[in-house]
């Protein structure tokens, strides 16, 4: 059977969150070609060892360790090497499926030329818009389009191609995120890592799309502080962060100084 895509799920501990995570997409999906890939970025809790016993003997999933410092980019990295899907899906451990249908509805976006990240509409819990699309703006580097509109206000503006799309929910061909060397682990191993690989894909000639009537619930920021409030309660991290926003305004001055796809009226 072809296109089989791998799930990327990183995590550390929150089992309760993870089993909500991997449990929506057992139950709720028709496609049946897949893996789950978890990524244990150094667990230490109890509960985290018992919920992977529980776990081990689901075929479809597979638990890997990362044993090194937090590294988003590194994680991912990692695993897509782990990989054999055709398709690699980078997931939050904190989203949740809604429609059974969502996997095959994101591969089938691929059908179109020159697709080459594919994400989806997220919602938080009050079903408001989390994410619909990335934008980019000078002020605020990178925007998420809608956010805390209702879906029925979206409905009639909502467009698919972006510059952007989160990597909470963000698929993409294997060989073309390994042609585009993955995410930064060295300038981004915490932030905008999807923002930059989405726009170095765009430079290579492919779109960014969002595939709006893909669903997940995204209960953004339980498994890991915002990096805005890190500010107040890990200036270390606070520091790495605007070394990363720094990086991306000069790495990609032009492109965040005019996007296309910017529309005020969308904020």
């Known amino acids: 059977m072809k296109n089989k895509i791998s799930i990327i799920i990183p995590f550390k501990d929150k089992p309760e969150l993870l089993k909500q995570c991997i449990f929506s997409i057992l139950k709720k999906n028709a496609f049946e070609n897949y893996e789950i890939l978890l990524v244990d970025n150094q667990s230490v809790e109890k509960s985290t060892r018992n919920f992977l016993k529980e776990i081990k003997s689901l075929k479809r999933i597979k638990v890997l360790r990362y044993n090194k410092a937090f590294n988003f980019s590194a994680i991912n990295n990692f695993a897509v090497k782990k990989a054999t899907g055709d398709y690699v899906l980078f997931l939050n451990n904190d989203t949740k499926a809604i429609s059974s249908n969502w996997l095959k509805e994101m591969l089938k976006c691929f059908d179109v030329q020159k697709i080459g990240i594919v994400g989806a509409r997220l919602l938080y819990p009050d079903k408001t818009i989390q994410h619909c699309g990335v ?49 930064d682990e060295v300038n981004l191993p915490i932030a905008y890592n999807d923002i930059d690989y989405c726009l170095r894909v765009r430079r290579l000639g492919f779109k960014i799309i969002c595939a709006t009537d893909v669903k997940l619930y995204h209960y953004e920021s339980i498994s890991r502080k915002s990096d805005m409030l890190a500010k107040f309660l890990n200036r270390s991290r606070y520091k790495k962060f605007i070394a990363e926003q720094e990086y991306m305004r000069n790495e990609w001055k032009g492109e965040i100084e005019d996007d296309c796809f910017y529309e005020s009226n969308f904020i």
């Open 135 to 183: 934008m980019l703006e000078k002020e605020r580097l990178a925007i998420h389009a809608f956010r805390k509109w209702k879906e029925k206000d979206v409905e009639m503006v909502a467009r698919k191609e972006w510059s952007a799309v989160t990597g909470a929910c963000m698929m993409t061909k294997r060989s073309l995120f390994l042609k585009a060397g993955g995410f």
